[in-house]
């Protein structure tokens, strides 16, 4: 029987995404399902920059989208951020290492097959039409969510 992980991302800083994504990449290597649900912040993780449009959104929606990080490499650091300074250390030291970068992370747990889904009310809460999304993402209710979880072996808020 294959053994399932379902990750809960809502934060949209760099350090915690890149650890739920070499989480959801390393499970997938060890052939476990895997589930990303994005809500709130963590949409911004699965915003497609070249997608955002301006079109049928209120006031709000376009200031927040405007003022909110528009790619995944932008996303700031959750901790010693010191106005991007902390986050150009921790960029070096990955290059140093040869590690990967956070879209990097992304576009593997993509290509390895990890369902990514979008919760559909933080989607109306924060104006991201599904078409912003990148297109490996499903927008589905929490109750969805919920069930799909209640099955799986690793369950992680991050």
Same mark, same amino acid.
């Given at each position: 029987?294959?053994?399932?992980? #379902? +990750?809960?991302? @809502?934060?949209?800083?760099?350090?915690?995404?890149?650890?739920?994504?070499? !989480?959801?990449?390393?499970?997938?290597?060890?052939?476990?399902?895997?589930?990303?649900?994005?809500? @709130?912040?963590?949409?911004? $993780? /699965?915003?497609?920059? #070249?997608?955002?449009?301006?079109?049928?959104?209120?006031?709000? &929606?376009?200031?927040?989208?405007?003022?909110?990080?528009?790619?995944?490499? &932008? !996303?700031? $650091?959750?901790?010693? #951020?010191?106005?991007?300074?902390?986050?150009?250390?921790?960029?070096?030291?990955?290059?140093?290492?040869?590690?990967?970068?956070?879209?990097?992370?992304?576009?593997?747990?993509?290509?390895?097959? /990890?369902?990514?889904?979008?919760?559909?009310?933080?989607?109306?809460?924060?104006?991201?039409?599904?078409? &912003?999304? !990148?297109?490996?993402?499903? +927008?589905?209710?929490? &109750?969805?969510?919920? /069930?799909?979880?209640?099955?799986?072996? +690793?369950? !992680?808020?991050?």
């Amino acid at each position: 029987m294959t053994k399932k992980m #379902n +990750i809960l991302m @809502f934060s949209g800083e760099y350090d915690k995404a890149l650890a739920a994504l070499i !989480l959801a990449n390393s499970a997938k290597e060890i052939d476990m399902d895997v589930t990303i649900f994005f809500a @709130f912040w963590g949409l911004l $993780l /699965v915003r497609d920059p #070249n997608s955002m449009t301006g079109e049928d959104k209120t006031a709000y &929606e376009k200031m927040f989208a405007n003022m909110t990080p528009k790619h995944i490499e &932008e !996303l700031p $650091l959750s901790k010693m #951020n010191f106005a991007g300074i902390g986050k150009k250390m921790l960029l070096g030291m990955m290059e140093e290492s040869d590690s990967p970068k956070l879209k990097d992370f992304l576009m593997g747990a993509i290509n390895k097959g /990890v369902n990514l889904k979008a919760c559909k009310l933080s989607c109306e809460i924060m104006g991201f039409k599904e078409e &912003e999304l !990148l297109k490996e993402v499903k +927008i589905v209710t929490a &109750e969805e969510y919920l /069930v799909d979880a209640m099955d799986s072996n +690793i369950q !992680l808020f991050i």
